[in-house]
């Protein structure tokens, strides 16, 4: 479903991506974790195409993001992007918010996009606070109509850049069951996150990346119960 | 009643709201304009084509760095040198506000629409809208919000600014005032009755757009 093949991606002269390498298939949850500053949130916003790539491919459904010819609006239709500081538009309500992508991007009337916004509105526990603006929300909450505003417009891919990380301690668990809801009906989410327990739990595999690469991959229990790189048992002793 | 209604300060009154109508006018009309001067110039300096952010730059630049005097002189009687044609002094003080608010209010424009988070336009982007889409339905609104105190304090200076025109005889506020004493003499009662009249507009502006401030603040 998504494929990276040897991609490089700089910011003036620091190369901060180094050559990565990655398939994820569909339906799978591949949680990313490693030191701060390794190029997880760019090597995530490169699936996107928030950061241009430097050199290398990207294939998305088979389409390769990295041709400058693609369609970039209609592959980020496609791949749903929910960002640690939610990112919420302020000066709209919840509801409108959610539907401002189905209208303005599939084309669709008011009605027909709050037909899609409420259901999902109520998925994440959110039915009352349809009409309310951002402000007026927890981060936690702020964070589950980010999650809802990606849905709608029925992504078949999730990207999370530390979702819970600006979050309340109290708070980071209902995002997280919304995130397993979503784990378990299917949806293919890339996953970038300090919450070791989320990757155990829902995480079909682990990347560990370090400068720029992926140091390591595994299932989650041969990644934390016994990682052969020495990088990344040095990481985990320090967070785990 | 008489000793009042003999007074220079109410026979001053009709030329003074002569005066102010064309003021307003002046003002109104020519910041309209500079509105929209602004809004193009201001997304141009934010561009990343460099001929159009050059373009853009020169503008402001030149405009903010001449006073609205020379300004004023050279749209009315440098232009009419140059082109042979003869604008009258009403239209020309409208372009001058226009072009020399357009300047200012370009730089309002910029600061404000760059004052919005970059996540706004990353959030945007991914849910699928174009650059222009997220700028006009998710970028605009908030950045038009941060400007209305701006561009409060620019109506308030531009209307100040119109005075100025008293210099090619617009028959503007100041210039009324200053036709009344000149048969009267009586520039004590006409220059505070021209000052009265100022800031009956400039104050409940500014009381206006402290209101509005608060109300951004939170
Ligand atoms: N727009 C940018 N311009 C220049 N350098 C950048 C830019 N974005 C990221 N970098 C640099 O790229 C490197 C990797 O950043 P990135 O945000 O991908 O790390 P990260 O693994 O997500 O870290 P964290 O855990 O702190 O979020 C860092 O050294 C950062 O300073
Ligand atoms: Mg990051």
């Given at each position: 479903m998504i494929s990276v093949k040897n991609l490089h991606k700089s910011f003036g002269d620091t190369e901060v991506l180094k050559g990565i390498e990655a398939e994820i298939a569909e339906k799978e949850v591949v949680c990313v974790i490693g030191p701060s500053g390794s190029g997880k949130s760019t090597f995530l916003r490169c699936l996107n195409l928030l950061e241009e790539i430097t050199s290398g491919d990207v294939y998305i459904e088979g389409d390769n993001?990295?041709?400058?010819?693609?369609?970039i609006n209609e592959v980020r239709s496609r791949v749903g992007m929910v960002f640690q500081h939610f990112n919420?538009?302020?000066?709209?309500?919840v509801l409108e918010n959610i539907t401002l992508g189905p209208i303005k991007?599939?084309?669709?009337n008011k009605q027909e996009a709050e037909k899609v916004a409420l259901p999902l509105l109520e998925k994440v526990g959110l039915?009352?606070?349809?009409?309310?603006?951002?402000?007026?929300?927890s981060g936690g909450q702020k964070q589950r109509v980010a999650i809802a505003r990606s849905l709608a417009m029925e992504p078949r891919i999730m990207l999370f850049d530390e979702?819970?990380?600006?979050?309340?301690p109290e708070l980071v668990g209902d995002v997280l069951e919304v995130m397993k809801d979503l784990a378990k009906e299917g949806m293919t989410m890339v996953v970038v996150t300090h919450e070791m327990g989320f990757a155990k739990e829902v995480g079909d595999r682990v990347l560990f990346m370090d400068e720029g690469i992926i140091m390591e991959e595994d299932t989650p229990d041969n990644i934390f119960?016994?990682?052969?790189?020495p990088r990344t048992q040095e990481f985990l002793s320090k967070v785990l | 009643m008489e000793f009042i209604t003999e007074s220079h300060y109410y026979r001053v009154m009709p030329f003074l709201l002569e005066g102010l109508v064309w003021t307003l006018l002046i003002t109104v009309v020519g910041l309209i304009i500079g509105f929209i001067l602004g809004a193009i110039f201001g997304f141009a300096r934010l561009s990343h084509n460099k001929i159009i952010y050059g373009i853009a730059t020169v503008y402001v630049e030149a405009v903010r760095g001449t006073p609205i005097l020379a300004q004023i002189l050279f749209i009315y009687f440098g232009l009419s040198d140059l082109t042979g044609i003869n604008i009258d002094k009403i239209s020309a003080s409208i372009i001058a506000i226009a072009i020399n608010a357009g300047a200012y209010i370009a730089e309002i424009v910029r600061g404000a629409v760059y004052s919005i988070d970059k996540g706004q336009m990353e959030a945007g982007r991914s849910v699928g809208l174009t650059r222009n889409q997220t700028m006009r339905y998710i970028i605009w609104p908030q950045a038009f919000r941060r400007m209305i105190p701006p561009l409060g304090n620019q109506f308030v200076i531009s209307l100040k600014d119109t005075s100025l025109f008293s210099v090619i005889a617009v028959t503007e506020l100041l210039y009324m005032g200053q036709q009344y004493y000149g048969s009267t003499f009586a520039a004590f009662e006409a220059l505070t009755m021209v000052c009265l009249m100022y800031l009956l507009i400039t104050v409940p502006t500014a009381v206006y757009l402290r209101r509005v401030e608060r109300r951004l603040d939170v």
């Open positions: 993001i990295a041709d400058k010819k693609i369609n919420l538009f302020p000066h709209r309500t991007v599939k084309g669709m039915s009352d606070k349809a009409h309310v603006y951002p402000e007026s929300l979702p819970t990380s600006a979050l309340d119960d016994n990682p052969q790189n | -």
